[in-house]
């Protein structure tokens, strides 16, 4: 199985900061990664697919890049509905996995 | 907009079988153009992949649970439905549905999830 590890585990931040979370795949999955955050007692949401689309809807300030091994997702300015567990998934292979979740505090 | 809803008992003894079903409403599960999945999630843990099926019936299982795992379609009904025997309390997690796109292979949308303990 393909290993998705995400850095950090959990972050704080303030309203209107630049955010960043990294994953990285233990083998080349080219750019089919996708992102999603989770908010406390829902399901996750879809916000990135293919590593750097945004779905339909999806705020603007949400970004995501990388591919190959190293992959990373944005929020250009944090806002306070943002407060969420971010999780990145593959799907080079089956089975697909996930990382293992960032979650995301304000300060 | 599809929309998709999971049912099932919420307390499963260990050692018995744990099923779930989840309708889908707003749109046919007999398009082509997806797979039908099944992801848990224990009690403040990550997610897993469980398995998918496509409307023909064909299936795809995690290695990790495939010797107790089972998916079926009821196109009749519109729903999908999981199997998952001989479980004990590893299993207890939320379990959601997700519909996957056949070539776009992402997750949208998910069920709300339900929540399955194994105790006695």
């Known amino acids: 199985d393909i290993q998705m590890t995400q850095s950090p585990s959990s972050l704080s931040a303030s309203v209107g900061d630049r955010v960043t979370i990294t994953c990285q795949a233990s083998q080349d999955i080219s750019n089919y990664l996708n992102w999603y955050h989770q908010k406390p007692g829902k399901a996750p949401k879809l916000l990135i697919y293919d590593a750097s689309n945004l779905q339909t809807g999806v705020p603007s300030r949400f970004s995501g890049g990388g591919s190959g091994t190293h992959f990373t997702f944005t929020i250009s300015s944090l806002q306070p509905e943002d407060i969420a567990t971010y999780y990145c998934q593959h799907y080079d292979n089956l089975p697909y996995t996930f990382g293992q979740g960032t979650k995301l505090e304000i300060k | 907009q599809v929309q998709l809803q999971e049912s099932g008992p919420g307390l499963v003894k260990p050692s018995q079988t744990l099923s779930l079903t989840c309708t889908v409403s707003g749109g046919s599960i007999r398009s082509g153009s997806y797979h039908w999945s099944w992801i848990r999630q224990p009690a403040g843990k990550g997610l897993e992949w469980i398995g998918r099926?496509?409307?023909?019936?064909?299936?795809k299982y995690n290695p990790s649970l495939k010797s107790r795992v089972t998916i079926s379609v009821d196109t009749s009904k519109n729903q999908f439905s999981l199997k998952l025997s001989s479980v004990t309390a590893a299993d207890t997690a939320v379990y959601y549905c997700?519909?996957?796109?056949?070539?776009?292979?992402?997750?949208?949308?998910w069920g709300q999830g339900t929540l399955v303990t194994v105790s006695s």
């Open positions: 099926i496509y409307s023909s019936g064909s299936t």
């Open positions: 997700a519909r996957e796109g056949y070539v776009a292979n992402w997750f949208d949308p």
